[in-house]
């Protein structure tokens, strides 16, 4: 097995948004923010090579949308999934599967572009399978109004129709142990209904894909919770349950959405579980 990160862009969100009832005077110390209050954001999606699978962990926003849409998020840099594949020597008609955490516009947007003609939509990976559950799939095309503006139709609906959509078993409790595609998930509940969350088993470490659950190295105090998230006390509890696990195990944290922080370990203090280490995908990886 092999892995990769893969950067398939950058953006900016507010940071009152993206720690809630946090004060800024806080938060700004480790996500410190423009004069427009955005921090930077990433999508860093996560690509496993094993065997004759070659899958895609997110997908990131893609480029369908229209230029007012973009213009809420104030995109930096010049990174894009085409690049970061190329440079591994890849190309999209080589994926097997696309593994989606949850299916908000900014983890799978990717997953779906417009046809040729620009008269519809296909999916950006014409070999693979995409992968949700059933749960999440419901939650997802049967929005609630809280979270309607995240779930785009155009982003899922055509999974469904070209055929390629698969959905992993439901776990009994929380954990998923080997799922179809190798690794095992955790599933959180907080941020959105049935969010997965893979564990990749890789050269006597844990990789764990924290997607949402913990999206910067600045949300590890467990109070840090997102404005965005459907159901914030149970966040909370997730994060101690999953953070406990972290540092107890020495699992190594692959960070989707901090900008500066690629992968993390933690550790247990007095004041809960912190920061122990920063590394660099390349240090881990190779």
């Not at 065997?51 to 895609?56: H, P």
């Not at 095309?141 to 995240?150: D, H, L, V």
């Not at 900008?259 to 990886?285: M, P, S, W, Y």
Request: hydrophobic share 35%; with cysteine.
């Amino acid at each position: 097995m092999k892995l990769y990160p893969i950067k398939s862009g950058n953006f900016k969100l507010d940071g009152g948004a993206m720690f809630g009832v946090v004060p800024k005077s806080l938060w700004q110390k480790t996500n410190p923010a423009d004069t427009n209050n955005m921090i930077d954001i990433a999508a860093r999606c996560l690509l496993i090579e094993d065997g004759n699978k070659l899958i895609l962990i997110d997908t990131g926003m893609g480029n369908k949308q229209s230029d007012k849409f973009f213009g809420y998020y104030y995109l930096w840099g010049n990174d894009s999934i085409d690049k970061s594949l190329e440079q591994y020597g890849f190309h999209r008609d080589d994926i097997t599967d696309v593994f989606m955490t949850h299916l908000h516009f900014d983890h799978c947007g990717g997953s779906i572009q417009w046809n040729k003609n620009r008269t519809g939509y296909e999916p950006a990976f014409k070999n693979a399978h995409f992968w949700s559950n059933q749960d999440h799939w419901k939650w997802a095309t049967q929005p609630n109004n809280r979270e309607k503006a995240s779930f785009l139709k155009e982003n899922i609906l055509p999974m469904e129709e070209s055929g390629q959509l698969k959905f992993t078993d439901l776990p009994q409790t929380d954990m998923l142990k080997n799922s179809p595609l190798g690794f095992d998930i955790f599933f959180a509940n907080g941020h959105t209904d049935k969010q997965m969350i893979p564990m990749i088993h890789y050269k006597g470490k844990t990789i764990c894909f924290m997607a949402d659950l913990l999206p910067t190295a600045g949300h590890l105090p467990l109070p840090f919770v997102m404005g965005y998230d459907t159901r914030p006390l149970l966040t909370l509890d997730e994060k101690e349950k999953f953070l406990k696990l972290a540092a107890d195990n020495n699992y190594y944290l692959f960070l989707e959405h901090d900008a500066h922080n690629e992968i993390i370990t933690v550790k247990q203090t007095d004041k809960g579980v912190r920061l122990n280490h920063v590394f660099t995908c390349n240090e881990i990886f190779n």
